[in-house]
C-alpha cells in the first residue's frame, strides 16, 4: 500500500496534506491539494504549515480554498503491491548467467578471483 508522505518542513512529522509548488516567472507560491505523487520542484505540506504558510514580500500566494484532507488508499495501490510480490515470486524469472565454477557464492554476490592471480 502507498506509504504516508510526510511533511516537507523540518522538524515535522504531520502526515502532507497539500502540495507547494512556486511559480518564479509570476512570483507566486501556489498551495494546493496533495499531489498524486511526490515531484521533485514541489514541496509536501502537512495541513498546519499549508495554512500558515507565507512567501517573501513581493510574491504572492495562492492558496487552495477547499479543504485539506489525507488521500484514501485506492484499490490500484492494493494492485500494486499483489502484482510486485506475484513478480518477485515467479519461478519461471531469468536465471543470471553463471559466471564460472571459480568464483565463491555468497548470496546474491559473487567474488571473483583476481585475473592477476592465475
Known sequence: MRSVRRCS???CTNP???TLTYAYADSTAVVGPLATSAEPHSYDLCEAHALRLTAPKGWEVVRYEGEFAMPEP???DLTA???AVREA???DRPVPPDL???GIRRGHLRALPDPVDE
Request: hydrophobic residues 30%; negative net charge.
Open 100 to 102: 564460472g565454477t571459480t
Open 16 to 18: 502532507a496534506v497539500a
Open 81 to 83: 503491491l499483489a502484482e
Open 9 to 11: 518542513r523540518t522538524g
Open 74 to 76: 485506492s484499490d490500484d
Open 89 to 91: 515470486g515467479r519461478s
